[in-house]
């Protein structure tokens, strides 16, 4: 979801800051497309990196962990104690817990109670890679289908209507599915997206005066 917003706002803006400058059709389209691909690409290195290195610091935080339960048992039971107690439980109850944790699986407890990872954090770097990819992508190609299609003079209005109006559905779907008020998170989405493109058109119009 944010990676198609993510789409939509940066394709938009440089297609209607390309086209401000009075570039012709083609130059739009070709900027547009070449837009998609850098930030699809963009998206995919930096989520890769991003969730590598999580990864990496919750391997690092397993085996230090792993590594404590051997060599200072007590230690780690008094800390799983602690944890329980100040989660408002009494010190016998918490002992109890603790131990019966610990006998089960020593190094979940600690991973789940005190470092708070759950199976679900475990994370996949090219998965998460590929995803950011493609939901960026599917956001681009919206503002970038218009490009063709549009009467040369309307290009800039038509590319920003159309791309706030997908923003608008997105943030309406994505409060629908966090169960939010619809009203906010469009308005969000849609001030932010008219922002962007307004910055753009602007700087566009002036470089276009400028240089041209
Ligand atoms: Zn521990």
Redesign the pocket.
Known sequence: MLGANDGIVSTASLIVGVAASDAGRSSVLIAGVAALFAGAMSMAAGEYVSVSSQLDTEKADLAR?KS?LEQQPDA?RE?LVRIYQARGVERETAASVADQMMAHDALAA?ARD?LGMSEATSARPLQAAMTSALTFTAGAAAPLAVVPLAPASMLVPVVAIVSLACLAVLGALGARAGGAPLGPSILRVGFWGALAMAVTAGIGSLFGTVVG
Do not use: P, Q, Y
Request: no cysteine; aromatic share 0%.
């Open positions: 962990e404590e780690e800390e600690h005190e």
